[in-house]
């Protein structure tokens, strides 16, 4: 009962986070949105595998925990360099 | 009798953490800056993911279930920070200013360093507390003229910065 209102509850978040992610007007709002996805994923992952009683789910959600920072970072370096392989430091590309 | 009290604390604290977790998705929503928006999704990051996951490990007990959900919290809250500090660097960098600055450049080749504009801001809101208790003396009685005064100071001593 009260995980099926938990699931409801982190599902309405995950609505609300893709909204502000379709509608961000910069790339920062739709990363931060994008990092509030993956974790309610991680989230709504745990709620459902306790729901139905298959703990499986939680190595599913450790692999989309660690995937999460990657990818934002990578995003994050993208969007700065614009290039993945840049090494990084004081002078961004143009843009 | 002591599954029914686990169940009972589980599920509490399950709710708890649902609720944060839905008061973070709301902020994310509503907020009106990047900054702000980040500030509302350390909310859900931290009070939400840690009640819920601390909720589900009390419904595993000492299972290897337990272990995984120790895992993810322990990902989830050494990775949200790194991720918001990385996020609020790069805004930064790309010049996206937090609300209540004003025209201060705050990064970039055309400013001062970033900290030192920060800290004379903050000297000049040390200062500025001493001109406000004859006013506050003055209007005393009714409440909302002085909050009104507090704003309009505020904005007078943004156009001063700006004039600076």
Same mark, same amino acid.
């Not at chain 1, 938990?6 to 931060?32: E, S």
């Not at chain 2, 980040?38 to 272990?67: K, P, Q, R």
């Not at chain 2, 450049?105 to 801001?121: M, R, T």
């Given at each position: ?13 995950? %609505? ?7 509608? $961000? ?8 949105? $994008?990092?509030?996805? =993956?974790? %309610? ?7 459902? =595998? ?10 599913? =959600? ?8 990657? %990818? ?9 360099? %614009?290039?993945?392989?840049?090494? =990084? $430091? ?6 | 009798?002591?599954?029914? !009290? ?13 609720? @944060? ?5 709301? #902020?994310?929503?509503?907020? /009106?800056?990047? @900054? ?11 009070? #939400?993911?840690? @009640?819920?996951? *601390? ?5 595993? #007990? @000492?299972?290897?279930? &337990?272990?995984?959900?120790? *895992?993810?919290?322990? !990902? ?19 010049? *996206? +200013? /937090?609300?209540? !600055?004003?025209?201060? !450049? ?22 500025? /507390? ?8 003055? +209007?005393?009685? /009714? +409440?909302? +003229? &002085?909050?009104? #005064? ?15």
């Amino acid at each position: 009962m009260m995980l099926a209102a938990a699931t409801l509850a982190v599902l309405a978040a995950l %609505g609300l986070a893709v909204t502000r992610a379709l509608r $961000g007007p910069t790339v920062f709002d739709r990363v931060l949105a $994008g990092n509030a996805v =993956g974790t %309610g994923a991680i989230m709504l992952l745990a709620l459902i =595998g306790f729901l139905t009683d298959r703990p499986e789910f939680l190595d599913i =959600g450790i692999l989309y925990a660690l995937l999460n920072i990657i %990818g934002t970072l990578a995003v994050l370096k993208f969007f700065r360099y %614009g290039d993945l392989s840049h090494p =990084g $430091g004081e002078e961004p590309a143009d843009s | 009798m002591i599954g029914s !009290v686990q169940d009972m604390a589980g599920g509490l604290l399950i709710v708890v953490g649902a609720f @944060f977790y839905l008061v973070g998705a709301i #902020g994310i929503y509503r907020m /009106p800056d990047v @900054f702000t928006r980040m500030h509302a999704a350390s909310v859900s990051e931290t009070l #939400g993911v840690g @009640f819920l996951v *601390i909720g589900m490990m009390i419904l595993a #007990g @000492f299972t290897l279930v &337990s272990v995984k959900l120790a *895992i993810i919290l322990g !990902v989830v809250l050494f990775t949200s920070p790194i991720v918001t500090h990385a996020l609020a660097q790069a805004a930064l960098q790309e010049g *996206i +200013k /937090p609300l209540g !600055v004003g025209n201060q !450049v705050l990064v970039g080749p055309g400013a001062q360093e970033g900290p030192e504009k920060i800290g004379k801001k903050v000297e000049k809101r040390k200062e500025a /507390p001493p001109k406000r208790p004859p006013r506050k003396t003055q +209007k005393l009685a /009714p +409440k909302r +003229k &002085s909050t009104s #005064g507090t704003s309009s100071s505020r904005k007078a001593s943004s156009s001063r910065r700006n004039r600076s």
